[in-house]
């Protein structure tokens, strides 16, 4: 009997001891709770690299749209500076120089430079460049005949100078036909505009003469025709810097609006510097061609 008692106590306690061991067990298998707070800083780890991604992202639309309204404004500039260039400041006289359009600067000239590009032109134009001063170059075919001429002729145009039709040969118009005087103009246009992408609308006739059918031919190619103020450099007593320095600057017919006639030539390249130097001494500033009033302006 004694025996039964002592077995059946045993078995008590080996299934109370089973009962605590699976307890333990299932308490160890439970997550702590230093392991729930690993996993919540997990997601606002989470969140919080979302939420930065998120503002880089919009600190990069707003760049974009901040450069994006940059080059608005800056295409918006440049339009109006080109609607400024194109509105007439200037308009020729009867005495083929300028008068100023409403409230347009008074004492200024413009340059001209005739018979190019021979061998000055391009070093006359970036004279011109370094001292700012906008010109025409007017050009004659038998200078663009080469093709180390066209490349003269489109780098001074590239350098932002207005080309002008000068004749392809430099004849008298007025001692040729109408046919011949033709094909002194037109082709020479046509010509241009292959070289530098556009047609001239200046023309200056050789000598200055012109005849009735030249002037309606050049109105018809949408040209304006000039003469000019003055010039110096073709005669012989003004064929060297000092001389032709002094005349230019001396001169009476020197005024507001006077349209200078220069040449491609070595004495006047020399003497350019000065004459540009002397001019703005004396007060004057110098007429841009693309604010000229032309005939379809």
């Not at 190019?116 to 070093?123: F, I, R, S, T």
């Not at 061609?289 to 379809?296: A, L, N, V, W």
Request: glycine share 4%; aromatic share 8%; hydrophobic share 35%.
């Amino acid at each position: 009997m004694k025996t039964k008692y002592i077995i059946a106590i045993l078995l008590t306690l080996l299934f109370v001891a089973g009962c605590q061991t699976n307890d333990e067990t299932e308490l160890n298998d439970q997550p702590s709770e230093p392991a729930q707070e690993s996993s919540e800083d997990a997601e606002k780890d989470v969140e919080e690299v979302d939420s930065e991604e998120e503002t880089k992202d919009m600190e990069v639309e707003d760049s974009d749209e901040t450069k994006e309204e940059d080059e608005t404004k800056e295409e918006a500039s440049d339009i109006e500076e080109q609607k400024q260039k194109q509105t007439p400041k200037y308009k020729m006289n009867d005495l083929f120089g300028f008068d100023p359009i409403d409230d347009a600067e008074e004492q200024v000239v413009l340059m001209t430079i005739d018979d190019a590009p021979d061998q000055n032109a391009v070093e006359m134009a970036e004279i011109l460049t370094e001292m700012n001063v906008p010109a025409i170059f007017f050009v004659n075919g038998h200078f663009i005949e080469s093709e180390e001429e066209k490349k003269a002729l489109k780098q001074i145009h590239d350098m932002g100078f207005a080309i002008g039709n000068h004749t392809y040969d430099h004849k008298n118009l007025k001692e040729l036909t109408e046919e011949e005087q033709r094909e002194q103009i037109v082709p020479l246009s046509d010509e241009i505009e292959k070289i530098i992408g556009e047609r001239p609308i200046f023309f200056r006739a050789p000598h200055g003469a012109n005849t009735d059918y030249a002037k309606e031919l050049v109105k018809e190619e949408g040209m304006l025709l000039m003469n000019w103020s003055f010039g110096y450099d073709f005669k012989a007593d003004y064929m060297d810097k000092e001389a032709l320095t002094t005349i230019m600057l001396e001169t009476e017919l020197l005024g507001n609006g006077s349209n200078l006639l220069m040449h491609d030539r070595e004495w006047t390249k020399e003497a350019l510097p000065d004459i540009i130097t002397g001019l703005r001494d004396k007060g004057f500033g110098f007429i841009d061609p693309s604010e000229i009033q032309t005939k379809d302006s």
